[in-house]
């Protein structure tokens, strides 16, 4: 899974939005649907690295990708034995519902940098 962003003018935190996402795996992601893209996400539910398609209430949720690091989780799908932080993402080419959907847990989040010279 990976997403690319064009981070020209942007700050350690910005940079990760929808409007500066450039191309994603997933075919839905930019249809305007979402109720969260942010890296610092929803703090009081421990969540960061957020890209959340829906809030129905926990066994709707779904998205495409999200960082749980609370040990406090409100919602079962994030209620897991797994060490914190867990890194969740949408194993499908569109959002996934994190209760009963094709969810993928990876061991690390990645970001990478490069640049262009002028």
């Known amino acids: 899974m990976g997403l690319k962003f064009n981070g020209v003018r942007s700050n350690h935190l910005n940079w990760f939005s929808r409007s500066r996402l450039l191309s994603a795996p997933y075919v839905d992601m930019c249809d ?15 969540r960061q690295w957020f890209v959340n398609k829906m809030y129905t209430g926990c066994t709707e949720d779904s998205g495409w990708m999200v960082t749980t690091y609370s040990s406090n989780a409100s919602c079962d799908w994030e209620s897991t034995q797994i060490a914190k932080p867990e890194f969740m993402y949408s194993k499908r080419n569109t959002s996934t519902v994190w209760n ?3 969810v993928g847990k990876a061991s690390m989040l990645a970001i990478f940098v490069s640049t262009i010279d002028d």
């Open 32 to 46: 305007g649907n979402r109720t969260c893209f942010s890296a610092s996400g929803h703090g009081l539910l421990g």
């Open 100 to 102: 009963t959907g094709d």
